[in-house]
């Protein structure tokens, strides 16, 4: 079991109802961790259009969290 603090921006941060939080999570990957916040949050947006950050560096979806990592959520921008 991990403790992480997550951070959301844009839509994820609307769908989530909240900035960040911490959860426990006994998840294998950021791709099962994303799955069980999709099925906890109602997030609509795939994994594979978000770009996911451990601790201030991107990481690969297979990436295992550990306690006390802060892993970010990073949906697509688009700009004008």
């Known amino acids: ?14 769908e989530a109802g909240c900035p960040r939080e911490e959860i426990d999570t006994a998840a294998p990957s950021l791709a099962a961790l994303y799955e069980e916040l999709t099925r906890r949050h109602g997030f609509t947006l795939p994994a594979a259009r978000l770009r996911v ?12 969290p550990a306690d006390g990592d802060h892993v970010v959520f990073i949906p697509p921008v688009s700009g004008g």
């Open 1 to 14: 079991m991990a403790r992480l603090t997550l951070e959301y921006f844009a839509l994820l941060r609307d």
């Open 53 to 64: 950050a451990v601790n201030a560096a991107f990481a690969r979806w297979d990436h295992r």
